[in-house]
């Protein structure tokens, strides 16, 4: 099995800063990909930022030029710096993982979720 274990969210005022961390840990042979999802409350859950192996990276129009992915590849960690944060960011932020395990068998994983709440 694969964990993910996730950090960093709060509570920031807008104009702030944030770091998210998910670890991946567990039967991993290699990963494909790490991104980063968020869902609103009464909202669908939606991709904020992807990154994957062959070093491409995309980005949600709305977090294009403020949020930049990053990974720690020895670590199996996944990174999303989140600058210039606005009302509309507050969400439940998850990690996603997907790769394959020790037994040849692709896996897809999702982290517990950490709530960011972006209020003055």
Same mark, same amino acid.
């Given at each position: $099995? ?5 950090? %960093? ?27 980063? *999802?968020? $869902?609103?409350? %009464? =909202? $669908? +859950? ?5 990154? @994957?192996? &062959?070093?491409?990276?995309? *980005?949600?129009?709305?977090? =294009? &030029? ?12 996944? *990174?999303?710096?989140? @600058?210039?944060? =606005? ?6 932020? *998850?990690?996603?993982?997907? &790769? ?7 896996? +897809?994983?999702? &982290?517990?979720?950490? +709530? ?5």
């Amino acid at each position: $099995q694969v964990h993910l274990v996730e950090s %960093g969210g709060g509570l920031v005022q807008p104009g702030g800063s944030l770091r998210l961390s998910c670890a991946a840990s567990g039967s991993i042979w290699s990963i494909t990909a790490m991104d980063w *999802y968020r $869902q609103a409350p %009464g =909202k $669908q +859950r939606e991709l904020v930022a992807g990154s @994957n192996t &062959g070093g491409s990276i995309n *980005y949600a129009d709305s977090v =294009k &030029g403020r949020f930049t992915i990053s990974r720690d590849g020895p670590e199996n960690t996944v *990174y999303l710096q989140m @600058n210039s944060l =606005k009302p509309e960011d507050t969400a439940d932020y *998850y990690c996603h993982v997907s &790769g394959r395990d020790y037994i040849g068998e692709n896996f +897809r994983a999702w &982290g517990q979720g950490t +709530r960011v709440t972006v209020s003055s």
